[in-house]
């Protein structure tokens, strides 16, 4: 009895190895970074704060109202300022595609501000970099664009991810990116090299750009 169970084993363990024999090296890294394509870029031990029932669209029209709660949101950076005791950005709401990516796209629903502890370099966090944001709800403030006035969502963050120049995510359907396998540029052109989180490092100009995590 013994034997035949270990001899059932062995069967099952061939039979698996010989299933991955049959792919081939680069369907398996496809399959891969399809997994990984809807990894979050925001820290799993963030995420369950993250009230994902908040819309941009309610956010803007009542900022007050949603005070105190932890909404995710993206963007196009307008402006940094650089405050006394922290940064102001001002950003361009995106909608967020896969990994919690700012979408590349003329769609927006308004603008919004965060407050973000301490020094963030403007020549870093310049007008036109995408950011992923977590933070807290403080309400809203009035400002003026040109002679109007704007009514902002201000957040405190909690978490920024500062994608790079190349991580551009254009929508599930837009060609030619959406195709893993298209040889735009060398082989998997698209997925490996040009917006995919998380088997590509963020690396420009010689050094790594990211993220801020935020403890309050």
Not at 18 to 33: D, N, Y
Not at 124 to 138: A, F, K, N, P, Q
Not at 186 to 194: E, I, K, P, R
Request: include cysteine; hydrophobic fraction near 35%.
């Amino acid at each position: 009895m013994r034997w035949r169970v270990n001899c059932h084993k062995h069967h099952q363990a061939r039979r698996g190895a010989s299933r991955l024999q049959g792919f081939s090296p680069l369907a398996l890294v496809a399959l891969l970074i399809l997994l990984g394509g809807c990894v979050s870029v925001v820290p799993r031990g963030l995420r369950p704060e993250i009230d994902r029932s908040i819309s941009f669209r309610e956010l803007k029209e009542d900022p007050d109202a949603f005070t105190g709660r932890t909404a995710l949101l993206g963007g196009e950076i307008i402006e940094a300022k650089n405050l006394q005791d922290e940064t102001e950005l001002e950003i361009l709401q995106k909608p967020l595609g896969r990994g919690d990516v700012p979408m590349d796209t003329d769609e927006s629903e308004g603008r919004f501000l965060v407050h973000h502890s301490g020094y963030l370099d403007p020549a870093i966090y310049r007008s036109g970099r995408h950011l992923t944001v977590v933070g807290e709800v403080m309400g809203g403030k009035s400002l003026k664009i040109g002679e109007a006035e704007y009514r902002y969502p201000v957040l405190t963050s909690k978490f920024l991810h500062l994608w790079a120049k190349a991580h551009r995510y254009y929508g599930p359907n837009y060609y030619p990116y959406y195709y893993p396998i298209y040889p735009y540029g060398g082989l998997y052109y698209n997925w490996l090299f040009y917006y995919h989180y998380p088997f590509w490092p963020y690396w420009e100009d010689g050094r790594p750009h990211g993220r801020h995590f935020h403890k309050r």
